[in-house]
T-cell receptor
């Protein structure tokens, strides 16, 4: 089925460890986004990309890096995990907002716990 | 940056009754989109309804409808004939039509409980 696939779905890290979250979409969307969801704070944008080879910072980028080497993939990296990065991470993609094709397609989320 | 405010952290409704979830937003733009997303315990984000700011007519999707008041910057969601499956977290979201990146800005969510 077409959509956004996130891997892994769950992960436990120790403080200081690194990891990469993978987001893959097969809808040929230009735009891709990484959000984190924390209780009482909604979804906050970490980084986003408006096309292959481009990335930009969102609202809460510190402690994260991203790459978009291929149009269909958007990677989120944590170089040195901290307990404050315990969260649920969502990837989303969209076409450019024209006509009726302006909604997000979300992945199913990754629950990350840093101990 | 735009801000989206959902002032009701929790709401409850009797099955088959009607409930309205509130959302306000702050923007200086004239062209944008508004959305309501549902997040059940499965964690999946599901689009409920969307509204283009240039349209005066309120959007409707089956039992879901919105009251869009552009001047007041208000975008409430009405759920009619509430069902047990409507129980979820609901997020209001704003998306610019012009700013590069066109990212969504989300409210903090309203947790809806449906009472049998």
């Amino acid at each position: 089925n077409a959509g956004v696939t996130q891997t892994p779905k769950f992960r436990v890290l120790k403080t200081g460890q690194s990891m990469t979250l993978l987001c893959a979409q097969d809808m040929n969307h230009e735009y891709m986004y990484w959000y984190r969801q924390d209780p009482g704070m909604g979804l906050r944008l970490i980084h986003y990309s408006v096309g292959e080879g481009t990335t930009a910072k969102g609202e809460v980028p510190d402690g994260y890096n991203v790459s978009r080497l291929k149009k269909q993939n958007f990677l989120l990296g944590l170089e040195s995990a901290a307990p404050s990065q315990t969260s649920v991470y969502f990837c989303a993609s969209s076409s450019t907002p024209t006509g009726t094709s302006y909604g997000y397609t979300f992945g199913s989320g990754t629950r990350l716990t840093v101990v | 940056a735009q801000t989206v405010t959902q002032s009701q952290p929790e709401m409850s409704v009797q099955e088959a009754e009607t409930v309205t979830l509130s959302c306000t937003y702050d923007t200086s733009e004239s062209d944008y989109y508004l959305f309501w997303y549902k997040q059940p315990p499965s964690r999946q984000m599901i689009l409920v309804i969307r509204q283009e700011a240039y349209k005066q007519q309120n959007a409707t999707e089956n039992r879901f409808s919105v009251n869009f008041q552009k001047a007041a910057k208000s975008f409430s969601l009405k759920i009619s004939d509430s069902q047990l499956g409507d129980a979820a977290m609901y997020f209001c979201a704003y998306r610019s039509a012009t700013v590069a990146g066109n990212q969504f800005y989300f409210g903090t969510g309203t947790s809806l409980t449906v009472i049998p």
